[in-house]
């Protein structure tokens, strides 16, 4: 699982055995880090309370396709909020950020897959 910021809190706080790469910056980008993550696990899962298209995950996702593809056995998936603003309303804004729950998920299809 490869995240930052207060996704690295909700990753630590799964109760799965995964292997969890704080990027702790997003600049400089650590390359080798996540290619290194992605050669001991051959699975990727991007997690980032940004947007799904505003984030760094569309980075970690070009860095797969062009440098770590034959290290994958698993599409690599990307746990985000939708492309929309984010909601005032705290209820909304808790369904609109990723959970435990939805990550929990998200991760069993990975594996799974």
Known sequence: MITYGAGVELALGLEHDVEVLD???LWPFDREA???SIGRTSRALVLQEAA???G???HVLALLAADGFELLDAPPVVLAPPDTPVPFA???EDA???SAQTLAVAVEELLDY
């Open 34 to 36: 996540v290619l290194d």
């Open 23 to 25: 990027l702790r910056t």
């Open 90 to 92: 705290p209820e909304l």
């Open 52 to 54: 799904r298209s505003a």
């Open 96 to 98: 609109y950020l990723p």
């Open 56 to 58: 760094v995950a569309s």
